[in-house]
């Protein structure tokens, strides 16, 4: 294992850290400003960074199909970015009636239902797939569900985020083969910015000092969480190996469980803790055993 391996490595552990204490700031943000407005904005920023970068990462990137037509990128850069617009949606309005911590776990679900989904287009699926999902659903259930089987209203918002997720990567696993994966992430970016724009200025009201005291976890969702992460996974995934990159990402959700309790004081009681650990057991193994030979990419926001 070479020099580039190890720096790989280092470069995904460094995004699932980013990625997980992006929670954080979700739910900080949303003390200051409505759930569209702080995706408006941080949308932006992520779609405005990856553009100014995208020279740079398509030169050193590996040779890529040819890029269609520029309707046909723009066709499939608003189909996917009205899906990431759904996920992002019901994850940033869950994660202000939940904690950090239980919305990363929840929210990396969409490990083991993409695999699931693939039914749909006759994808094999493998025998670990059906096993985390079945450890996965009772860490939910443990994690989520009350003892008169009712479930918060954050968590279930969450999941139903995790679910358009799951949609959004088998989308990206297919349109990534015939568009560079750099441009479709930044034009979908600044579509969902777009809608979220519009749903803030109908359900919301933005105002400059909101904003102003909403400017660091924006910062943070949107250069950092949004363009800075997602660049760093683009260059390590090029010497990662890919069961190893989906272990490391995976650690997201262990970082936004630590995020929360070391800055929002956040807790969880042993039947939570347990149910963390399921759902972590279930999304690791869903990744490997029995992992197909084209994995859908992990594009993250």
């Known amino acids: 294992m070479g020099k580039h391996y190890w720096q790989a490595n280092g ?3 460094l995004t699932a850290i980013i990625w997980g204490f992006a929670f954080v700031a979700q739910r900080v943000g949303m003390d200051y400003v409505g759930p569209f407005t702080y995706n408006a904005v941080r949308f932006a920023l992520g779609g405005l960074a990856l553009l100014l970068l995208m020279p740079l990462l398509t030169r050193s990137a590996s040779p890529q ?4 037509a520029s309707r046909s990128v723009l066709k499939n850069s608003l189909l996917v970015g009205v899906v990431l617009f759904g996920g992002a949606t019901f994850q940033q309005v869950g994660v202000a ?10 929210t990396g679900l969409y490990v083991v239902l993409v695999p699931i ?15 985390g999902a079945l450890l996965a659903v009772g860490g939910l259930y ?6 008169k089987f009712t479930m918060a209203t954050g968590d279930l918002q969450v999941l139903i985020g995790a679910g358009f997720w799951a949609v959004h990567i088998q989308l990206l696993a297919h349109l990534s083969t015939h568009i ?3 441009k479709l992430a930044a034009y979908q970016f600044l579509v969902c910015a777009i809608l979220s724009f519009g749903a803030a200025l109908i359900q919301e009201t933005i105002t400059a ?8 976890p924006i910062l943070y969702g949107g250069l950092i969480s949004v363009g800075i992460a997602y660049t760093l996974q683009v260059v390590a995934l090029r010497d990662a190996h890919p069961a190893h990159a989906s272990i490391l990402m995976s650690l997201e959700a262990v970082f936004a469980l630590v995020g ?13 803790i347990v149910g963390c650990a399921l759902m972590l057991a279930g999304t690791l193994l869903s990744q490997l055993w029995g992992v197909p030979e084209r994995e859908p990419s992990n594009v993250k926001v």
């Open 11 to 13: 470069l995904l552990l």
């Open 65 to 68: 199909t040819p890029a269609p």
């Open 97 to 106: 009636n939940t904690t950090a911590g239980k919305a990363g776990f929840i």
């Open 117 to 131: 989904l693939g039914l749909l287009w006759k994808q094999r699926t493998a025998p670990g797939t059906w096993l």
């Open 142 to 147: 443990l994690l989520s569900v009350t003892e």
């Open 180 to 182: 560079a994966p750099i």
């Open 209 to 216: 000092q909101g904003l102003r005291d909403a400017l660091i």
């Open 260 to 272: 929360g309790m070391l800055l929002l004081q956040e807790s969880l009681a042993l039947r939570g």
